[in-house]
């Protein structure tokens, strides 16, 4: 199990979001910031459009994932 924050992840919080991978993470941010903005939080509507639009552009977003996954090798297990 690993933890990254919303914050290492593109976000603006330091909200905690734990998995075994790195898609549990992003699955886990990504709920996050739809919830957040769903609630009518803008300070994570920029977030949130970032991560709508990783996916309508695969290339940028791909770059992204990879990132992200680099990134949440490197930290230890909790």
């Known amino acids: 199990m690993k933890t990254m924050t919303c914050r290492q992840l593109g ?3 330091d909200e905690l979001h734990r998995g075994e991978s790195a898609n549990d993470v992003i699955k886990a941010q990504d ?3 739809r919830d957040r903005v ?9 977030a949130h459009e970032d991560m709508k639009s990783r996916w ?8 992204w994932y ?12 909790d």
């Open 31 to 33: 709920r996050h910031l």
């Open 11 to 13: 976000g603006p919080c």
């Open 66 to 77: 990879r990132t992200a996954k680099k990134d949440f090798a490197a930290l230890p297990e």
């Open 38 to 46: 769903r609630d009518g939080d803008d300070v994570h509507r920029p």
């Open 56 to 63: 309508r552009n695969p290339v940028g977003g791909m770059r």
